[in-house]
């Protein structure tokens, strides 16, 4: 299955206005009636199946907040036949915009082989904030294999270039002492921490180009949430 969503935030009149919503099963978005710039990412059906192919483009024109939330987690599973899935997310941020891609967790099942991107083209004066949970396998299971890479620019100059590599043995007790649960929170455009900050399981750095990069490692998802909050990152 291939889909393709894309939505555009547009500031009219000083108040952000959803100019374009384009959605596709699997990916449904449904905008808030009452929370201008406010969007939810439904996933509509059991994806992505190992063989899906799912786009997701957000775009925010000059003086626009957008701001994408998920409502329910979203359970990678292996296909009929063995091949892998892909879930690419683009972001496009004009001058003195603000996109939030805020997602629900994201679990790797047994025997799934899935692949995620995520890239940010970033106006100098834009803002962003990505967060993402992963959960390696469910309860008692063991986790597919996962590849996510982030690449993030604002301006001319690079922010983020990130790649991880998961599969059954590097989420083994050996590697990762049991965790399940992999949170990242990236922040682009805010006040920034003037150090890196170092806790047991989690960390909050600053980024050389500006902005800051948040991770915990958790037996749970909750655990994970508590961790970002003593990092300053609940907001």
């Not at 509509?44 to 199946?49: G, I, T, V, Y």
């Not at 967790?105 to 899935?114: D, P, W």
Request: charged share 20%; with cysteine; aromatic share 2%.
């Amino acid at each position: 299955m291939k889909a393709h969503a894309r939505v555009v935030a547009e500031l009219v009149d000083g108040r952000t206005v959803v100019r374009e919503l384009r959605s596709q099963s699997p990916l449904t978005l449904v905008p808030h009636r009452g929370k201008p710039g406010l969007v939810h990412l439904v996933n509509s059906a059991s994806a992505p199946l190992g063989g899906d192919s799912l786009d997701l483009t957000l775009i925010a024109l000059p003086g626009a907040s957008l701001r994408v939330a998920g409502v329910a987690a979203s359970l990678v599973l292996p296909g009929p036949r063995p091949a892998m899935s892909r879930f690419t997310v683009h972001v496009e941020a004009a001058e003195g915009s603000t996109v939030e891609y805020l997602p629900d967790a994201t679990i790797v099942t047994e025997r799934a082989h899935h692949a995620a991107m995520f890239t940010g083209s970033l106006e100098p004066s834009a803002r962003l904030i990505m967060r993402e949970m992963l959960v390696l396998g469910r309860e008692g299971e063991k986790p597919g294999r996962l590849s996510t890479e982030t690449v993030i620019r604002r301006g001319p100059a690079p922010v983020l270039n990130q790649k991880l590599e998961i599969d059954s043995l590097i989420a083994s007790p050996a590697v990762l002492a049991g965790r399940r649960v992999l949170a990242t929170d990236l922040r682009v455009g805010y006040e920034d921490p003037p150090s890196a900050i170092a806790e047991e399981w989690c960390s909050l750095v600053p980024l050389a180009a500006g902005g800051s990069l948040a991770t915990a490692l958790a037996h749970d998802a909750v655990s994970a949430q508590r961790m970002m909050g003593s990092l300053n990152r609940s907001g």
